[in-house]
């Protein structure tokens, strides 16, 4: 049995059923099928598709992506084919694998999350994710997330319209988490993820112009992983609700990391580009960690650290 099945990594706290805390972040993996040769589907305890929108989207001018030290920084725009060809497409190939599918929704009206979520409900996926978080929208995205009034009206608007499990997106940028958390726990929120990336601009010193087509893009990698954990920290004190941590993953060490700080699942993102096979390595990695440090299950690592600081 490969570690990524084995019982002793399965997550289960309300509505977070995963066979092991091991996802995919949206916009890395594609739409779970392209790079199935190299980072199998199977290999995670979910996968978050790309994000999608009501309507067909082109994105964002060229260039979409440059390195930065300790990361990326992507300014991709939400480049998809809009949620009725997902739904008609991209999730049938995907419903014969032992995994579960994460739809990634984003808007740039409030309304649009509602019409997507019922797009939605009746489809093969297993949850749906409110992206309130993208800094690659004109409109919406991310302002959403640092409203409370939004995100209460986008939440309750979807909880409404889909009996599928919620989880909401939250991007770094809030002032108050615990306050973007509440809206949307007393919304219907089933799950917490968090972070999206930072807003960042390069400049080429050469040209004197911005290297991305868009001027901004988002950070995203290793270099954000402390601000990260501070989130989750954070977040946990706001809400015993499910949290799935993410936000420079690039290592089981990550993983274990993100835990201890209150997250029970981890999503990896940009460490995908060098590392396909991550899943898989972090999910044996953990088993080891467990057999080290005396712990049956995943679930008991999760908080470890900040319960000793917090209860
Ligand atoms: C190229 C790229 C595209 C992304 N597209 C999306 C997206 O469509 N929806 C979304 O919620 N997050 C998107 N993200 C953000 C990631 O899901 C993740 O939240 C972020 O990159 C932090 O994790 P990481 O440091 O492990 O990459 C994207 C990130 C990258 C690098």
């Not at 274990?256 to 997250?263: H, K, S, T, W």
């Amino acid at each position: 049995m490969l570690a990524t099945d084995n019982p002793r990594l399965r997550v289960s706290r309300g509505k977070l059923q995963l066979k092991n805390p091991v996802l995919s972040a949206s916009g890395t993996f594609g739409y779970g099928t392209e790079l199935q040769d190299i980072a199998h589907p199977e290999h995670y305890g979910g996968i978050a598709l790309k994000g999608i929108t009501l309507k067909p989207r082109s994105g964002n001018p060229p260039p979409r992506l440059v390195e930065a030290v300790g990361g990326v920084i992507n300014s991709v725009g939400l480049q998809n084919d809009g949620v009725q060809d997902f739904v008609e497409k991209k999730v049938i190939p995907l419903q014969s694998y032992n995994t579960t599918i994460i739809a990634n929704i984003n808007g740039v009206q409030l309304e649009d999350y509602w019409m997507m979520a019922e797009k939605l409900e009746g489809s093969p996926i297993d949850y749906i994710e409110i992206n309130v978080s993208c800094p690659n929208l004109k409109e919406g995205g991310v302002e959403f997330g640092k409203s409370p009034k939004s995100i209460a009206a986008i939440v309750s608007g979807v909880r409404k319209r889909t009996t599928i499990p919620l989880m909401l997106k939250l991007t770094p940028q809030v002032t108050d988490i615990k306050e973007i958390i509440k809206a949307a726990e007393d919304n219907g929120l089933d799950i917490v993820t968090l972070i999206n990336t930072y807003p960042a601009i390069v400049i080429d010193i050469n040209t004197k112009k911005p290297v991305l087509g868009n001027i901004r893009g988002g950070f995203s990698g290793p270099a954000v992983k402390p601000m990260a954990i501070n989130l989750v920290w954070e977040a946990r004190k706001a809400t015993k609700l499910p949290i799935v941590g993410m936000g420079g993953v690039c290592s089981w060490q990550d993983a274990v990391e993100f835990m201890l700080a209150g997250a029970d699942a981890v999503a990896v993102g940009t460490w995908h580009f060098i590392n396909p096979g991550i899943a898989l390595e972090i999910a044996e990695g953990l088993m080891a960690y467990m057999d080290k440090n005396g712990f049956e299950s995943v679930s008991e690592i999760t908080g470890y650290t900040w319960r000793q600081y917090n209860e």
